[in-house]
């Protein structure tokens, strides 16, 4: 799993979003986000035209993934 869809799941998680309704807002399928955003098992990356779909939904700019992933390469 890519740590952008790590720090989405963590995020959409942390906020409570339903995946219910982001999968009806978004045309992103339920299994397809469950299986990215907490399918531990799956290992599902997100694609691209899906992370960006959730970041409208969530009204996020995507580039705060982004972000959090070059801090954590700086603690590494």
């Not at 890519?2 to 989405?8: A, E, L, P, Q, R």
């Amino acid at each position: 799993m890519s740590c952008v869809t790590k720090n989405v799941a963590e995020f959409v998680k942390e906020k409570g979003f339903n995946l219910s309704k982001m999968a009806r807002d978004t045309g992103v399928s339920y299994s397809a986000l469950y299986a990215s955003l907490y399918g531990t098992e799956r290992n599902r990356s997100l694609r691209d035209d899906e992370f960006l779909a959730i970041c409208r939904f969530m009204h996020v700019n995507p580039m705060d993934f982004a972000n959090g992933i070059k801090e954590a390469e700086k603690d590494n």
